[in-house]
Structures are given as structure tokens and as C-alpha cells.
């Protein structure tokens, strides 16, 4: 039973043109989370959402943004995708414990031509 | 802030051997730990998690961890690989932040097993 489900697994997109990542979850739970991870590196967060309250991370740029118009969806918008944003992007969930364990998503793999 | 290191980029072993793969974490707390492996091309499961109590984790596909305080450690063992169990293996220390805990991950092992 799929739990964290992201679309699509696969996204081709040009070099500039903005590009949206789906991912929805049907634990419902109150903690949504983006990470980025490129190629032998380790899953990097970029922000999450607790409930609607949104937090960045200081380091991650201006160009991702973020949505979450309910609790079971979250998107990615990467308004203009440059070269060194080709990634996997990793989706996951937690409930709002401080001791709740995190469920990714398969993630979904970005190339930038 | 928390950090993860792990030394070993590759580990490759045969199958059947045993595997130890290695985790020390910085953190001026009580760190909550955690190891996830993942599969070419797939998101991360959770193989096991320590938050207290036992310092000995038990946790799925045969995989235990310890957590050593005093080593600032908390290596993954098996006693017996499979050539299934080949993938990525990360450690995460995590810390609860306002309710919601945000883990930070090493850069990962990769396991190769050998027939």
C-alpha cells in the first residue's frame, strides 16, 4: 500500500523553464518534507511544512518554493531549473512527535537539459 | 548543530560474511539515531532507530546497531549478508525542533556484495 507517493518518478525538463513536483501521502500526518540529493550525496533538506507553518532552511535558494494546499498534498516548484539542480528529490512524512519516524517517497529523479 | 560522519564510502563483503558499517555523530544532546538504507533509484526505508532505553536496536532484514555514548558511535551490524541487501546505507541523527524533528544524514555507504 503505497503511503508516500510522488509524481512523477521521472521529470525532463529544459534549462529555465519552471517545473512542479508532486507528492502526496495517505498517513496523515502533520509533517511534510523536500529533500534534495545529488548523485553519492546525502539526502539535503530544503524545507518542510509542520501543519501549514512553513520553515526553509537558511542555505537553500530562493529558486525552490514550496505548497501545501492540504494536509495529504505537498508540491515543489523550481522556477527556473539550471543545470546544477538536476537531482533526485526525495519526499517524506512524520507524524508531530519529536521521536516519529520518516517515510520517504521512491523520489523523483529531475534532468535539466 | 548535529553531523554525521561515515568513513567508509564502499564496503564490499561476500555474501554470508558478517558487515559492521560504520557511524559517529556529533551532537551536544541526546541524539535520536537512525539508519536508512536505499535502493538504486528508490527513496530511503528506515532499518532501525534509537531514541533511548536499550542501547542495542534491533530493527528489520536482520540489521542491529549500537549506540556507544562513549565512541559517539552507532555502527550497523549483520551477521550474515544476503546479495539483496546491496545498496546505499545511511546514518541520521536527528533533533526534535518545535515538535517536528529534522534529521541530518551522513553522505552514505555504499554495500557491494560479492557472490
Known amino acids: 500500500d503505497a503511503m508516500v507517493i510522488q509524481n512523477p518518478r521521472y521529470q525532463v525538463t529544459q534549462f529555465g523553464k519552471p517545473v512542479t513536483l508532486s507528492c502526496s501521502q495517505t498517513?496523515?500526518?502533520?509533517?511534510m518534507y523536500w529533500y534534495q540529493q545529488k548523485s553519492s550525496q546525502a539526502p539535503k533538506l530544503l524545507f518542510h511544512?509542520?501543519?501549514?507553518?512553513?520553515?526553509n532552511e537558511a542555505d537553500t535558494p530562493d529558486n525552490f518554493q514550496s505548497r501545501r494546499p492540504n494536509t495529504s498534498f505537498c508540491f515543489l516548484d523550481i522556477r527556473s531549473p539550471g543545470l546544477g539542480d538536476a537531482a533526485m528529490y526525495l519526499c517524506?512524512?512524520?507524524?508531530?512527535?519529536?521521536?516519529?519516524?520518516?517515510?520517504f517517497g521512491p523520489g523523483t529523479r529531475l534532468l535539466v537539459l | 548543530a548535529q553531523s554525521v560522519t561515515q568513513p567508509d564510502i564502499h564496503i564490499t563483503v561476500s555474501e554470508g560474511a558478517s558487515l559492521e558499517l560504520r557511524c559517529n555523530y556529533s551532537?551536544?544532546?541526546?541524539?535520536?539515531l537512525f539508519w536508512y538504507v536505499q535502493s538504486p533509484g528508490q527513496g530511503l526505508q528506515l532499518l532501525l532507530k534509537y531514541f533511548s532505553g536499550d542501547t542495542l536496536v534491533q530493527g528489520i532484514k536482520g540489521f542491529e546497531a549500537e549506540f556507544k555514548r562513549s565512541q559517539s558511535s552507532f555502527n550497523l551490524r549483520k551477521p550474515s549478508v544476503h546479495w539483496s541487501d546491496a545498496a546505499e546505507y545511511f546514518c541520521a541523527v536527528g533533533a526534535a525542533t518545535g515538535g517536528s524533528y529534522i534529521p541530518t544524514f551522513g553522505r552514505g555507504t555504499s554495500l557491494i556484495v560479492h557472490p
Open positions: 498517513l496523515n500526518h502533520n509533517v
Open positions: 551532537y551536544g544532546a541526546t541524539p535520536y
Open positions: 511544512y509542520y501543519d501549514k507553518d512553513f520553515n
Open positions: 517524506a512524512t512524520s507524524r508531530d512527535s519529536g521521536q516519529e519516524t520518516q517515510y
